[in-house]
């Protein structure tokens, strides 16, 4: 999986400090992981589609593939908020996550394919996956997920530039991506 990752002290905007501020209460809650997602997505919606949340540097895609930008990564680890930009036709491989992740369209759409990994002995074969799911998901639109079950490809099937921001449950500007595995097996569609 190809992508570029911007992160210095990214500048910031006070509604960015403000998303960064309620997603710091609802991760300091200590729940389990599927309740944070769903705090932290509460908290993001508000911010979705504003023009005051990214700089115009957080705005620039690459032509080669979605570039990351790393907005925030909290101190302790606990959480990071990245803003990904896609050009059209530009995807993700088949792949799940190292932790909870919440999802929201600030602009365009992004198309998602979710999948379910059948293992080699059920399959007698390498094993595979199945696709059981598509969504398009519209600017403003949130959703989240806690692995496992979080296997999925993303990209931008529109003509037009698509941004989305991920809150992770994790390191992101340590880690460098929150992919834990990118698979290649056999995949249905």
Do not use: K
């Amino acid at each position: 999986m190809s992508t570029t990752t911007a992160y210095r002290a990214a500048r910031t905007t006070a509604r960015l400090d403000s998303l960064v501020a309620d997603v710091r209460e609802a991760v300091g809650r200590g729940l389990p992981p599927d309740l944070t997602a769903y705090l932290v997505g509460e908290r993001l919606a508000p911010h979705l589609g504003t023009p005051d949340l990214l700089t115009d540097e957080q705005c620039e895609g690459d032509p080669e593939c979605y570039r990351q930008h790393v907005l925030h990564a909290e101190q302790d680890g606990s959480f990071s908020i990245v803003a990904l930009v896609w050009l059209p036709g530009q995807r993700t491989s088949i792949h799940d996550h190292v932790s909870w992740c919440v999802t929201g369209v600030h602009e365009g759409e992004e198309h998602e394919r979710r999948y379910r990994l059948v293992p080699a002995t059920e399959t007698g074969g390498p094993g595979r996956l199945v696709a059981t799911e598509d969504v398009v998901n519209p600017r403003g639109a949130v959703c989240g997920f806690a692995p496992p079950g979080d296997i999925h490809r993303v990209w931008n099937a529109c003509g037009s530039r698509a941004i989305s921001l991920h809150i992770y449950g994790a390191d992101i500007a340590r880690l460098g991506s929150s992919v834990r595995r990118v698979y290649e097996l056999p995949a249905d569609r």
